[in-house]
């Protein structure tokens, strides 16, 4: 790997507030380590990066997300931005695009913030 650090947009399913994951590679698959939200005013690097493949997952000591706790992540199957998710939520709906359904499969590529 040439990086063992990814950095995603990720927005909060439940409030809509943009912000920014942190996956680590772990050897065998992508976990996320870590979410942060944005503040009013910054600014978000360019979706300008490089799609990665692999296996995705939540690290075991993942606290979920700082806007509303979920414990998970999805990738929209419209839009393809990925957003918190949790499994006790029967429906997802996308904050970015509102498509919503049922969460099925697995995520095997995320896009990247910034420069690949």
């Known amino acids: ?48 990066g ?13 606290a979920g997300c700082p806007s509303c706790g979920a414990s998970g992540f999805v990738r929209c199957g419209k839009c393809a931005r990925l957003a918190c998710w949790d499994r006790f939520w029967e429906v997802f709906r996308c904050p970015h695009c509102g498509n919503s359904g049922p969460v099925t499969g697995v995520i095997d590529a995320i896009s990247t913030l910034g420069p690949g």
């Open 1 to 48: 790997m040439a990086s063992d650090v990814l950095l995603v947009s990720l927005d909060c399913s439940s409030t809509g507030h943009p912000q920014v994951g942190k996956f680590t590679w772990d050897g065998a698959n992508w976990l996320l380590a870590g979410v942060s939200r944005q503040r009013p005013g910054t600014s978000l690097p360019a979706e300008a």
């Open 50 to 62: 490089r799609e990665h493949h692999g296996s995705f997952a939540t690290a075991s000591g993942y």
